[in-house]
């Protein structure tokens, strides 16, 4: 979803069977039922959770990637990067690059490339643009008695100082503060989210839900789950929302398709091109 460059508002379980649920546009290697937690490998779980509150289209289903980064470490991938050099979407951005799982990154902007807020590798840079948005995804530490990954909230945290620290910095709108608070108010529009999570334990959470919702709504059910969520940021929402896993033993895709004002309707099939993606990579032992 196109965002310019300026604005700060997004343009856009219950215990059961352990296996996965199938909705029109939503190809999985299994089928039927919502779940809990499901262990894909070790330090690695997918969790499929019935939203709380129902959605008036699709399933209903809030489905999450669980990892623990003391076995998966982030990798930041970027169309604009000479390596990379086009957009892709996040199934072929995962199996081009031997990753395990991949996100949305965050929304960008009317060149299709650039990211609506700063992001940066050690070797290259999407974004200089510091937006006003409160939260930055730092991870690739410049040495091992930091965090492996840590979402910087600069009402609470020193960002100038933090962002010297890692070698990779995602900007992008806040979603759950560093006080555990839902931080967007109220509004009408709802669309299909992707959002990466932290959780108590510092795990990171890839989530995506493709029954629309209002993201105030999104947010207080994401706290409701048995997720133990701290901290969460928007990446994307409609069609261009995508969530692929491929641990060579499992493969699932969750792509998104509702969007306020522009697509109603919960038909999309269609893996949308997408410029930068937040990558899952094992980690060597």
């Not at 809990?36 to 008036?56: C, M, R, T, V």
């Not at 050690?122 to 006003?132: A, D, E, G, I, P």
């Amino acid at each position: 979803m196109k965002r310019f460059q300026h604005l700060v508002v997004p343009v856009i379980a219950l215990l059961g069977i352990l296996a996965l649920a199938i909705s029109p546009g939503i190809r999985s290697a299994d089928s039927a039922g919502p779940v809990s937690w499901k262990n894909l490998e070790k330090g690695l779980d997918l969790g499929i959770f019935q939203a709380p509150k129902k959605s008036a289209l699709g399933d209903s289903l809030i489905r999450i990637l669980r990892a623990d980064t003391n076995y998966f470490g982030l990798r930041l991938l970027n169309a604009s990067s000479r390596d990379q050099g086009k957009r892709r979407s996040v199934k072929d951005w995962v199996n081009k690059n031997g990753l395990v799982a991949a996100i949305n990154a965050s929304m960008y902007q009317r060149d299709l490339r650039s990211s609506v807020s700063y992001m940066k590798t050690r070797q290259h840079t999407n974004s200089t643009w510091v937006s006003k948005d409160k939260t930055i995804l730092a991870f690739d530490p410049n040495n091992k008695n930091l965090p492996a990954v840590r979402i910087i909230d600069r009402d609470c945290d020193d960002f100038n100082k933090l962002r010297k620290l890692y070698g990779s910095l995602i900007q992008s709108i806040r979603m759950v503060s560093c006080h555990g608070e839902n931080m967007w108010a109220p509004h009408k529009r709802m669309w299909s989210t992707a959002a990466i999570g932290l959780d108590k334990q510092d795990r990171v959470l890839f989530i995506h839900v493709r029954s629309p919702y209002t993201t105030h709504d999104l947010i207080n059910m994401l706290l409701e789950l048995p997720i133990n969520l701290k901290q969460a940021m928007y990446v994307e929402g409609g069609a261009d929302a995508q969530l692929y896993i491929n641990t060579g033993k499992e493969r699932h895709e969750f792509i998104g398709s509702y969007s306020s004002g522009s697509r109603e309707h919960d038909e999309n099939t269609f893996s949308h091109s997408v410029p930068n993606v937040l990558g899952l990579k094992r980690l060597e032992k």
